[in-house]
């Protein structure tokens, strides 16, 4: 029985597909990879393209070479029977209607639980070189932010004023991304949450930026050549912050810290979210729903990888009782959330390494900005 | 039997979850829809921002109301028991391994060939609003490259020059994409692409930009707010055009106009095509493959439907002999690519109405710039 690993999608939106290629490309295309060759195919509109480009130890095909038309389907069945494969082994999320059609056709197909490239886990010098490259840029974008938030000005009726107009989150978050794109990075939904908005960790920010008020920015664009990402957060406050806005930012930092020390090679996952979570607690901020329904507290995980995708493996979050194995690239990013006066997350990115983990991000801890 | 349909995924991939529930998510979440209601599934994180802004129609849980953990699987068979749901109709893209599983438990699973929102194909007087406000920030990015190159000097070395550096291909897209982004649109791989570059039709363009040759330009961005695309072709050349180039360009637009007068409800949608394919070949621009297998004359589909995705339903091309409806927004995007000197391609959107086509397009042909 001859197995393949068999690929089908677009390497702008498969990391997968691009990990094993090199090429970023809009349109569908197929991969496989037998004991004996990795192939890809491609349309006529993207074979010249793909051969210029592709990793080297791929071979590219033509539709065309198949005699079967355009159709996926068809090309596969041409490709089964060329190559005499009888099963392909595809990622989890390889598209059901089309695999039930192979399944039809007599050809064998597994979905592989969990991660397809395993390998994608762990970086190599020239990926963590690239997300070096990207926290750069990433950087790059929160200082701009920094710089906004210092040149805006406090009106009297509490917003900021930047270039003697209201300061928006839309402002400053086209800032940031302006800032992005001219160094070479793609943003993606850049967070600019002030005040109540914060509470909710993904809200993106709109309106009004308050003074005094938290502010938290979250900033994971693309790198435009590589696809590499970066990923950063930080909280400030223009003006003067509350009591308990302090103690919440001094928590965070300090729980972000105590968890870095629990981040290296057979450091169990879920400990170094325990340790931010422990510290968060020694602080008074604990974590529920309330009576309302909301969440409070510290209600994410502590972290998650980062390479081709923003999200990927490994993740840091309770309950996961295996090891991390050394060369992982994860974010370290406790937050409180309370919805009475917001949120504060701080976000930094970490190699994994033997003894310790090596801090990527280089970007200080600044909070009050006068 | 009672039937439900199921949508998996992030709203922020999957335009199907995006329409259906009017919200920006990058987390996965579920989207069933059963004949007595809609609803939507969602983490503790993502619940309350998805109760603030979700579509009307649509029913919010959270995981924790099916007391099933947050394990996908566990949730959708919770999902099923409770609303008493034996089978699934699902997208053809749905994923294969968590299909089976749902299979294995006794659900039953179908893919849905072809689209699984027909209705997206077919614009509402919003959404062609949206694509009309979405073109207006798109011509915004053309007018700025228009710009540049009309500021542009050429230099001795038969380059471009722009404020006294060379003018690259990334310069150029840079200067495009940030006006895009300050004008509420994301870019997405805008494509420059100088002299022979333009042979390919989805090189994006890199390096120095010519002077007195073809420079492609297609943009094709996102609006941030409401997810809609514009897309936009245009072929310049600063300087002199050669005669192949003039030739070629008065061809391409001429085969544009024509083909629109092929757009209409109850037009075959091959006749659009043809109609162009005829015009470029009477004008002595012909297609095929070259002695080294690289493709030439117009080797790509007339057109495709934009919205929520940039390439959807339907397609304007050869051996389509199904009829157009009415209601579709389509591109009308004839070019021709030579492997020695180049690509011209001009592309225009429009609107399919009763007895014609409305143009949405509304920039001009340039060509030749000064």
Redesign the interface.
């Known amino acids: 029985m001859k197995i393949a690993k068999l690929i089908v999608g677009s390497s702008?939106?498969c990391s997968n597909l691009f990990y094993k290629t090199g090429i970023?490309?809009?349109?569908d295309f197929i991969y496989f990879e037998t004991d004996e060759e990795k192939g890809a195919i491609f349309s006529?509109?993207?074979?010249?393209?793909a051969v210029n480009s592709i990793k080297k130890d791929v071979k590219v095909y033509?539709n065309e070479e198949f005699k079967a038309g355009n159709y996926i389907l068809d090309i596969l069945l041409a490709l089964a029977a060329t190559k005499k494969i009888d099963k392909f082994m595809?990622p989890?999320?390889?598209?059901?209607?089309?695999?039930?059609k192979l399944r039809e056709s007599g050809i064998a197909?597994e979905?592989?639980?969990g991660i397809f490239c395993p390998e994608r886990e762990f970086k190599s010098e020239f990926e963590l070189l690239q997300i070096k490259e990207a926290m750069r840029v990433t950087e790059l974008g929160m200082k701009r932010a920094y710089v906004v938030l210092a040149e805006a000005n406090i009106g009297n009726d509490g917003f900021l004023y930047w270039n003697n107009e209201l300061l928006t989150s839309e402002i400053l978050k086209?800032e940031i991304?302006?800032t992005l794109?001219?160094n070479g990075a793609?943003?993606d939904?850049t967070i600019a949450a002030s005040f109540l908005q914060s509470s909710?960790?993904?809200?993106e920010g709109t309106g009004a930026i308050y003074a005094n008020k938290v502010l938290v920015i979250d900033i994971f664009p693309r790198l435009k050549n590589s696809g590499y990402y970066g990923d950063l957060t930080r909280t400030y406050v223009k003006g003067r912050a509350s009591d308990i806005e302090k103690r919440a930012f001094n928590a965070v930092v300090e729980s972000r810290e105590v968890a870095k020390e629990f981040i290296y090679s057979g450091a169990i996952k879920e400990n170094s979210y325990n340790a931010a979570k422990n510290t968060l607690e020694k602080h008074g901020f604990f974590t529920g729903?309330d009576e309302k329904?909301?969440?409070y507290g510290f209600?994410?995980s502590l972290g998650h990888g980062v390479g081709l995708d923003?999200?990927e493996s490994p993740r840091l979050s309770k309950n996961l009782t295996d090891v991390l194995k050394g060369g992982e690239i994860v974010t370290v990013e406790p937050g409180v959330y309370y919805p009475d006066w917001g949120g504060v997350r701080m976000e930094d990115i970490v190699y994994v390494r033997e003894q310790n983990c090596e801090v990527i991000t280089q970007i200080g801890d600044e909070f009050e900005i006068d």
């Open positions: 702008e939106k970023f490309v809009p349109d006529s509109l993207e074979f010249d393209r033509r595809v989890s999320d390889f598209p059901i209607f089309l695999g039930d197909l979905g592989v639980e086209s991304d302006t794109l001219r793609i943003p939904h909710q960790p993904h809200n729903v329904g909301r969440n209600f994410h923003i999200h």
